[in-house]
């Protein structure tokens, strides 16, 4: 297995031998990750010292692997946990191994590619039979069903009102139908309310 190439740097904190092998060993766990990683640079920093909290520790992780340029930096604020340092390494390891499992995600094409959402507006809404349909700007008379709806309810909508909305793969009974419908703006709510 080979080893991960790492350097660790303490800045305003001293050297200590636990400290370094706690980040030895959250530094080889992200080896499960990624097998790839060219190089790992760990700053353990105490910017300075807080009248209430005493040091506020930041932990900053720099990861190298083909192609990309991963930087995970905790900096702590007054409210943080960070007084601890054991804190705030395992926050920055945390964090640094959820995004090299994104990277690997992004690698192998497992990251789902959202389809952008088209424009179109409402003409016929049926509040009591649970859907409604949609005019793209093409003249496409598009269905929807009220669980495509996302931030609204199909009485808060009214014809003429401007949506956003993904078509779903295939058709269905009443021909094309949208996966997802979004209003667009907030007059559809005023429309409901007045």
Request: some cysteine.
């Amino acid at each position: 297995m080979p080893t991960l190439p790492l350097q660790i740097t303490f800045r305003n904190v001293p050297p200590s031998e636990a400290i370094e092998s706690k980040i030895r060993e959250r530094a080889s766990n992200l080896e499960v990750f990624s097998d790839r990683i060219m190089r790992c640079h760990v700053v353990v920093e105490a910017p300075h010292r807080h009248h209430r909290k005493g040091y506020l520790y930041s932990v900053r992780i720099d990861l190298t692997v083909p192609g990309e340029e991963i930087a995970i930096n905790r900096v702590p604020d007054a409210k943080s946990a960070q007084g601890d340092l054991n804190v705030a390494i395992r926050d920055a390891f945390d964090a640094a191994r959820r995004k090299l499992e994104d990277h690997a995600r992004r690698v192998r094409g497992d990251v789902k590619a959202h389809e952008a959402a088209a424009a179109g507006r409402v003409v016929r809404v049926e509040p009591f039979d649970g859907y409604g349909f949609l005019e793209t700007p093409g003249g496409l008379r598009v269905y929807f069903h009220e669980n495509a709806l996302v931030g609204c309810t199909l009485a808060e909508l009214s014809p003429d009102t401007e949506v956003r909305y993904v078509l779903a793969e295939g058709e269905g009974l009443e021909g094309p139908q949208a996966s997802t419908v979004r209003a667009v703006g907030k007059h559809h709510v005023l429309a409901a309310s007045e």
